[in-house]
């Protein structure tokens, strides 16, 4: 009863003609179940123009199927199309929705904004240290205001040095994602949903290993890729004295 209330509470709080607002999670209510839980959940949410949208089965093991994750968004005002996502991450299966009445960009680039720290700013950074006289730190006798004061003066010069800049940033930056790879994870989904209905101890071990080969590889691509942009870096720490 808690847990009915206070979603009210809360799109009482938010809602306005002007907001979409969606709902979705794991609510561990059957709505393929007409019973009075899925009712009382859905009814309050109804008054906010808030319909369920998932028809499908969302958790399926042998011997029993259920619906219990859900979307719950206004259909008029987002013309929603959802399916089912089989990952083979959780027994629960993702849902995926596409929303055809809202406006977005279709770039697939996006800017970031990060920290420039590079040959020539580190080098200004140790100019600048080495030329401050750090009298204001020592001149008190309090070691707060020392660790303060010498605080301050070290965040400034680092700051100056390294200033935050927008920088573009790919969304498809996933270049140790090989072909091999691709055509690996669309076979494991596929296992991952034989699994679900079939109970030979001998699939789901074959099943167990094929995922602990495929993260294995994974694994050793990513470590390959990233070997190689730090060997071939131009920015890499040396030991003292090379």
Sequence with gaps: MYFLTQPERVLIKLYNITTCIILCGDFNVNFM????????????????????IVEFHTRIVPNLQTLIDNIFLDKNALN?????????????????????????????????????IEKYSIQKFIDLLSHESW????????????????????LKIFQFSFPIKKQLYSLDAKPWLTQGIKISCTRKRKLYQITKYVKDPSFKSY????????????????RNHYDRLISNSNNKNKPNGI
């Design 80 to 116: 929603p199309i959802v399916y089912p996502l089989l990952n083979g991450l959780s027994h629960h299966d993702a849902q995926l929705v596409t929303l055809l009445n809202l406006n977005y960009s279709s770039s697939k680039s996006q800017f970031i904004h990060r920290r420039m």
């Design 207 to 222: 099943y167990g290993r094929y995922c602990k080969i495929l993260k294995s590889t994974i694994d050793a691509s990513k």
């Design 33 to 52: 179940d007409s019973s009075s839980r899925s009712s009382a959940l859905e009814s309050p949410l109804h008054s906010f123009c808030l319909e369920s």
């Design 135 to 154: 009298e204001t730190v020592f001149s008190n006798d309090n070691i707060n205001t020392i660790f303060n004061s010498f605080l301050d003066i070290y």
